[in-house]
């Protein structure tokens, strides 16, 4: 490096002197130039400058964070400090070579381990100091945090030596430490987590680090964390070094309680003979009895603290089980001590260079002052400590363990606002008397008698100007709670919404779901982000509810405090006072909380504009988190996709379900919003889930139907094939089948072999079948081959069974034949019924006969086929054919017989307005051809034709009646026809909807049907005339409405021609 450096001077000094080196430009590609070559020198300063900037190396160490963020520290940061001469002695290891190897040594130290060994546990190391200014001091078992029994001189190097390791070039990192901080941002416990040291405040002492465990920062102390370039054992010692004190401070402290609570009252007689040195040099001492009295009384009390130490020792060492955590002490460390005098020399001699009477400013001082004596000042140090106390107080609790919805935070807010309002409106003010009244109705009177009545002295008197004294310290402790709760809340709400401020109304979010462009170590408001109906994406919490919420709170929290009553009336009982005496209370930060509730308007109307975007962010997932996977799966199955797009379909909804957890966080921090998305990203994903498992349900429920649907024609086609034949026709309907067999199974094999295939689909996702679907999957897959065993087993079986059915076969003809012979007897016998009274049970012996012949005539049919089938001669049929054409004149005759019967009851027991008379007189013609039929038919046997007569004959009586219920069936028949016939049978007759025919032959109807027919005739007359008499009415109302027309006609047409 050197000889470059004096190369590069030399050229520079020769181009300085006017010399100008060229620079070689390489020759062209060997082999396309000549051996001997000339080289090309161009001059430097034709050459473009370059300048290639080097950045320093430097090695990292990286940490994974929440989330998986990375967290990068230089090196140097975890490098031990070593400290040796310039010149190593021999034996020592070199600087570089001991800092790698303690390095080395401090990495392979488990720090948790180290103090489990060490008895340093959590309990021990509690609390912290945010846990001691926080909570209750009985929630740990040691009362101070260790931090202030710390040991400084435990520190290798000073917090700006630290933070000069982690610089590099311009950029500052952070330090790698192990801190004790809390779990989960709860209070109640600690951990020992990986955190980055960030800054150190010399005010307070405090060291800012960030856990990488949760992306929270704290303000902690030196002891609570250990840089991991620090030797740990070392930093062990510290820890228990500061526990010894902290275990030495509370045991003072519990000693100086029990010495002070104690009195001793049993001093032996011999404590007397103490006091004579002290007598001797009062005696020599020039002071007034006074003094030597207060003199006399310390001296005293710290005899009496002395043996009551004494006691105190006698007890411990008698009972040592009653006193566990004075063991090993010593009692000599507790006693007291001889003041230091500090008052400098010099300043001895420059008070007494003044020669001030003292006791003259003393008497001056007395006459001007309030705390002219003790009395006074105990009162004042009362209202003093109550005072205090109040300034310690806060209106708003800005100490939330974790993010809160906003309504709970504002019941928070109320209910703790409300309490310190009650506080100082009424139990402050009673305290404030207390104490006073206590002290100075003991003085009695004098200037701060608190029993004047005299308006006029207590004017005068140094108590009004003590009240007065009073009033102003209520309000100077009223405006420090006020203006401190303000800030403080103006800090909690406002601080996370600073770096809105600069965004723009029409801001739009720039980051993924999961990195936060606006990121807090604390939020105050949990929001829970979430889909409505309406197809919105919404937070809990509407997200313009907090502006207006806010500052009614943090105004009305401030307003409660006003309205504090003046002690006045209450320390000086016998004056009257006004009753609305008050102090200042609000009106004294006025100012600034105009100033802090602007700020706030102003930050939570910009807070709007990010939750907004990042709602936004979410309309992409609208359409799916409002999906009915009911419906949606309705319409998958009604569009059934091949098994291809079922595949890709279901890999598609598993990458976007994967997609969900790595895209959206579980919650995401936004300033001071704390936004849970887990809830809608976790029932995203749920529906994702159910959708894939809803489209196996569909696809297995779709492949049981194919593979039930198979099996099933499989079953069918062994089922034809595999039935014993009940028959010939059977036997060879099987035979006739068993030919297309092999195409069916071919068939079927490529049915089975495609649902195979998309079997598979399954099979790639892992998918087990039930048990009873996988046999059936294998079941359909053996079924062809089953059918095919039981095909070639089939003609052998037929063979047997042909000869068993033309066994059958002869028999069935042979009783064939019988039953022809019987019947045809049975035909022949009725030619010997011909009784007209029987009509009815002869038709019904008809009807039996009729479906005799029927079923021979089907089972002629049958045998004459089979016949066929047996390859006989042909069955004949012409005996039966000779029988029914014998049967159907007997048949034709006595249904005729029957059915008037049946016609006639019907006619005359059925309603007369049901009737369809022109149905009843198609019939009753119909009848009587047959009848008329039949006696041609049996014109050879007069009997049978006589039989016909009679009932020709009844048909002839019925026809007056049809006759007489077809006049009664008259239109025009009305009430007045029905009282008119009543008048003529002489006998009344009640109309009515149900009334028939048989009620009217009842009441003697048949003896007057001439007059019936007249009443009838009458009826059709006269309702002739009377629509006659109606039209005549129309026709005149006609012409005069036409001669009215006409009428108005001529008149127009007169004022036209005028």
């Not at 003046?566 to 016998?574: E, K, N, Q, T």
């Not at 005799?852 to 086929?865: N, P, S």
Request: with cysteine.
């Amino acid at each position: 490096m050197a000889e470059d450096m004096s190369g590069s001077n030399s050229i520079d000094s020769a181009m300085e002197d006017g010399y100008t080196k060229p620079i070689c430009i390489m020759p062209p590609r060997p082999g396309t130039a000549p051996k001997n070559f000339h080289e090309l020198y161009i001059p430097r300063d034709q050459l473009t400058s370059m300048n290639y900037p080097i950045q320093e190396a430097q090695r990292w160490l990286t940490l994974l964070g929440k989330n998986g963020k990375v967290h990068r520290f230089p090196l140097p940061t975890i490098l031990p400090k070593v400290i040796q001469t310039r010149i190593v002695p021999k034996g020592e290891l070199p600087k570089d070579v001991a800092v790698d190897r303690r390095r080395r040594q401090y990495s392979k130290i488990n720090l948790s381990e180290e103090l489990k060994k060490a008895g340093l546990t959590n309990d021990v190391l509690q609390p912290t100091e945010e846990q001691y200014n926080i909570m209750s001091e009985f929630a740990f078992p040691n009362k101070f945090p260790l931090s202030f029994f710390d040991d400084s001189n435990y520190d290798i190097s000073s917090p700006e030596a630290w933070f000069e390791l982690g610089v590099v070039g311009d950029v500052h990192y952070p330090l790698p430490a192990r801190a004790f901080l809390p779990s989960n941002r709860s209070l109640r416990s600690c951990s020992w987590v990986l955190a980055a040291v960030i800054s150190h405040s010399e005010k307070t002492d405090l060291w800012t680090l960030t856990s990488l465990e949760d992306d929270c920062t704290y303000e902690v102390p030196k002891l609570q964390f250990m840089f991991l370039a620090e030797d740990p054992h070392q930093y062990i010692e510290r820890l228990k070094s500061a526990i010894h004190e902290r275990h030495k401070g509370e045991q003072l402290m519990l000693m100086e309680l029990i010495v002070d609570c104690v009195l001793h009252d049993d001093i032996e007689s011999t404590t007397f003979y103490s006091f004579k040195p002290i007598e001797e040099q009062l005696k020599q001492a020039q002071c007034t009895e006074l003094c030597k009295r207060r003199l006399r009384s310390e001296v005293n009390i710290v005899f009496e603290r002395l043996m009551a130490l004494y006691e105190l020792e006698r007890f411990i060492i008698n009972m040592p089980k009653e006193f566990p955590q004075f063991r090993n002490i010593s009692l000599k460390e507790y006693m007291p001590k001889a003041a230091r005098v500090d008052f400098a020399e010099r300043e001895r001699r420059e008070l007494q260079a003044l020669q001030m009477d003292i006791k003259d400013r003393r008497l001056s001082w007395k006459r001007a002052s309030l705390f002219y004596c003790a009395g006074g000042i105990e009162a004042m140090m009362g209202v003093a400590i109550e005072c205090q106390h109040v300034e310690t107080l806060s209106i708003f609790v800005v100490n939330f363990n974790k993010p809160t919805a906003l309504a709970d935070f504002l019941q928070s807010q109320e209910a703790h606002s409300d309490h310190v309002a009650t506080f100082l409106k009424v139990y402050w003010p009673q305290q404030l008397t207390t104490v006073i009244t206590s002290v100075l109705r003991a003085l009695g009177k004098g200037w701060l008698d608190i029993s004047l009545n005299n308006w006029t002295v207590y004017q005068m008197c140094k108590i009004s100007r003590f009240i007065w004294q009073v009033k102003f310290r209520m309000q100077e402790s009223m405006e420090v709670l006020l203006l401190t709760s303000l800030l403080n809340f103006s800090h909690f709400v406002c601080d996370p919404c600073l770096q809105f401020l600069h965004l723009k109304p029409n801001y739009k979010w720039t980051n993924d779901y999961i990195e936060t462009e606006f990121p807090y170590h604390k939020p105050v408001f949990a929001l829970t982000l979430g889909i409505n109906e309406d197809r919105k994406v919404f937070y809990s919490t509407n997200p313009d509810e907090f502006q207006p919420a806010l500052m009614d709170i943090f105004k009305r929290g401030l307003e409660k405090t006003s309205g504090v009553r003046c002690i006045d009336a209450d320390v000086m009982s016998y004056l009257k006072f006004a009753p609305n005496l008050y102090i200042l209370t609000v009106e004294l930060i006025e100012d600034r909380f105009i100033i802090e509730n602007e700020l706030m308007r102003i930050c939570y109307a910009q807070a709007v504009l990010p939750l907004k975007a990042y709602a936004r962010h979410y309309e992409r997932f609208i359409d799916f988190y409002l999906l009915n996977v009911t419906d949606f799966m309705k319409a998958y199955a009604a569009a059934n996709k091949p098994s291809s797009q079922v595949k890709r379909d279901i890999i598609e909804h598993k990458r976007l379900k994967e997609e969900l957890r790595v895209i959206l966080p579980a919650f995401i921090t936004i300033g001071p919003f704390y936004i849970n998305v887990d809830t809608m990203k976790q029932y995203m994903i749920k529906k994702y889930i159910e959708i894939v498992r809803r489209i196996f349900e569909y696809y297995v429920d779709r492949m049981y139907n194919i593979n039930e649907a198979i099996v099933e024609r499989c079953q069918e086609v062994f089922a034809k094939i595999a039935v014993r034949p009940m028959s010939i026709e059977h036997l060879y309907e099987i035979r006739d089948f068993g030919l297309t067999v092999p195409d069916l199974v071919d068939q079927l094999r490529a049915d089975i072999q495609v649902m195979w295939l998309e079997y598979e689909l399954l099979d790639s996702f892992f998918y087990n079948l039930s048990d009873f679907q996988f046999a059936m999957k294998w079941n359909a897959y053996a079924w062809p081959h089953q059918i095919l065993m039981r095909l070639s087993t089939l003609k052998e079986e037929q063979k047997i069974d042909i000869e068993e059915f033309l066994r059958l076969h002869y028999s069935e003809c042979q009783g064939f034949e019988e039953r022809l012979e019987s019947l045809n007897d049975e035909v022949q016998a009725f030619s010997l019924v011909f009784n007209p009274n029987r009509a009815q049970e002869t038709s019904v012996d008809i009807k039996k006969t009729s479906a005799v012949i029927k079923e021979l005539e089907k089972l002629g049919q049958t045998l004459a086929f089979r016949q066929e089938l047996f390859e006989l001669e042909p069955l004949s049929m012409e005996f039966l054919e000779s029988i029914i054409e014998s049967f159907e004149p007997y048949k034709k005759l006595w249904y005729a017989c029957a059915n008037f019967l049946k016609l006639e009851e019907a006619t005359v027991g059925n309603p007369i307005i049901q009737l369809d008379l022109d149905e009843v007189w198609n019939y009753i013609l119909k009848l009587r051809q047959e009848l008329e039929e039949s006696v041609e038919s049996f014109s050879e046997k007069p009997e049978i034709v006589n039989v016909a007569h009679v009932f020709m004959e009844k048909i002839e009586e019925f026809l007056p009646v049809f006759n007489s219920i077809k006049d009664l069936r008259n239109e025009n028949w009305i009430y007045l026809h029905w009282m008119e016939l009543s008048k003529v049978i002489g006998v009344e007759i009640k109309y009515t909807v149900s009334m028939n025919y048989q009620y009217l032959m009842r009441k003697g109807i048949l003896d007057f049907l001439p007059e019936v027919t007249e009443i009838s005739i009458k009826a059709t007359n006269e309702a002739e005339e009377i629509r006659a008499a109606m039209e005549e009415e129309e026709r005149r109302k006609q012409a005069e409405l036409d001669a009215m027309l006409l009428r108005k006609q001529l008149r127009k047409c007169r004022r036209d021609i005028l």
